[in-house]
C-alpha cells in the first residue's frame, strides 16, 4: 500500500512539474502513467451529499470513498514540484527565454504524438475534430492579457480557467497563463509565498477543478475520440505560440514595469538575429527540443500498457 501511495506521489510530482511550465500539461502525464481516469473519478465523488456519508458512517468511510490517499498523495507531490520547479523556472525566463522556449517546444511536439496515438478510430469527424482544436487555440493565442495579478477577482477567475486545462490531456493550464498575462505573477507568487495570491489562485483552482470535472469525464464517456482529435489540434495550434524565435510587436507594461508581449511574430533564426541583434543560440535550442521530445516519448515509453 505505502509502495503504491509513494509512486502516485512522483507521478503527482511529474504532473506539478508540467504544471509549472508552458509545455506538457499535468494531464497528459497522468494520461500516459494510467492514472488519469481514476483521477477524474476520484474528483467527480467529492460533492455536497458526501458530508452524510461522514456523518453516518464516519470519517474513514468519506475519505475511502472520494479515494483519499490516491489524492492527497497525488496533490502532495504537485505542490512539492511546484515549490521545488519555482525558482529555477523563474530564474530561467528571466536569463533564459529562448533555452526554456525551446525546451517546452519539444514537450509539447511530442505530446501531440502521444495523445494521437490514443486516438482508436479515424473518421471525417475526428479529422473536423482536429481541425477545431488547431483553429480554437489559434484564436486562444491571440488573445489581449488583461488579467491583472493585483486583482484578487482576476487571480481567481485566472485559476478557475488555467486548472480546467491543467486536467486535460494536451491544454497547458500554464501556457494559458502566460496568455492571460498571468504565469510570471503566479511563479513569482509562488516564490515568495505570497500566500494571499496563492489562496485566490487555489480558490479558482478548486471551483473550476470540481465544475469542469463531470465535464470532461461526461465527453470521456460519450466521445472519446472526438475530444482526443481536439485536444490534438489544440496542441498543435500552440506550438506557433512556443515558437523560441519571436519579433515583439507591441506590449503593455504589467504591475511591475515590466513588457508583457501583447502581439508578436514568428521568425526564423536567421531573421530574429538580424532583426533583434541577439543571438539565436540556434544549436542549444534545437538539441534542448529534441531532449524534451525524448522526454515525454520515454516517459510514455515507461508506463505504455
Not at 39 to 63: D, E, M, Y
Not at 164 to 183: K, Q, T
Request: net charge neutral; glycine share 10%; with cysteine.
Amino acid at each position: 500500500m505505502k509502495q503504491q501511495y509513494a509512486e502516485v506521489f512522483l507521478k503527482g510530482m511529474a504532473m506539478g512539474a508540467a504544471d509549472a511550465v508552458p509545455g506538457v500539461s499535468g494531464g497528459t502525464v497522468a494520461f500516459i502513467t494510467g492514472i488519469y481516469e481514476r483521477l477524474l473519478t476520484a474528483i467527480r465523488s467529492i460533492h455536497p451529499g458526501k458530508i452524510n456519508v461522514w456523518r453516518q458512517q464516519g470519517f474513514q468511510a468519506f475519505w475511502n470513498s472520494i479515494d483519499g490517499y490516491f489524492l492527497l498523495s497525488l496533490l502532495g507531490g504537485i505542490l512539492s514540484s511546484l515549490l521545488l520547479l519555482a525558482h529555477l523556472i523563474g530564474y530561467l525566463l528571466s536569463y533564459h527565454p529562448l533555452l526554456l522556449s525551446g525546451f517546452f517546444f519539444g514537450l509539447i511536439a511530442a505530446s501531440v504524438v502521444v495523445i494521437y496515438r490514443q486516438i482508436s478510430r479515424h473518421s471525417v469527424s475526428v479529422t473536423l475534430g482536429l481541425l477545431a482544436g488547431m483553429i480554437m487555440m489559434t484564436l486562444v493565442s491571440q488573445l489581449v492579457p488583461d488579467l491583472s495579478i493585483t486583482d484578487p477577482f482576476q487571480v481567481f477567475i485566472a485559476g478557475s480557467i488555467a486548472i480546467c486545462a491543467m486536467i486535460l490531456p494536451g491544454i497547458s493550464g500554464s501556457f494559458l497563463l502566460l496568455v492571460m498575462g498571468m504565469y510570471s505573477g503566479i511563479i513569482e507568487a509562488v516564490r515568495t509565498l505570497d500566500f494571499v495570491t496563492l489562496v485566490w489562485f487555489a480558490s479558482g483552482c478548486v471551483v473550476g477543478l470540481l465544475s469542469f470535472s463531470h465535464f470532461l469525464g461526461w465527453l470521456f464517456r460519450r466521445f472519446r475520440n472526438m475530444t482526443l482529435a481536439v485536444l490534438t489540434g489544440v496542441l498543435i495550434g500552440s506550438l506557433q505560440q512556443i515558437w523560441p524565435w519571436k519579433q515583439m510587436i507591441s506590449y503593455k507594461l504589467n504591475a511591475h514595469g515590466e513588457a508583457v508581449p501583447i502581439v508578436q511574430e514568428n521568425l526564423l533564426p536567421e531573421g530574429f538575429e538580424l532583426i533583434t541583434g541577439a543571438d539565436a543560440q540556434l544549436v542549444p535550442v534545437i538539441i534542448l527540443m529534441i531532449a524534451g521530445f525524448m522526454l515525454v516519448m520515454a516517459f510514455e515509453l515507461k508506463y505504455k500498457k
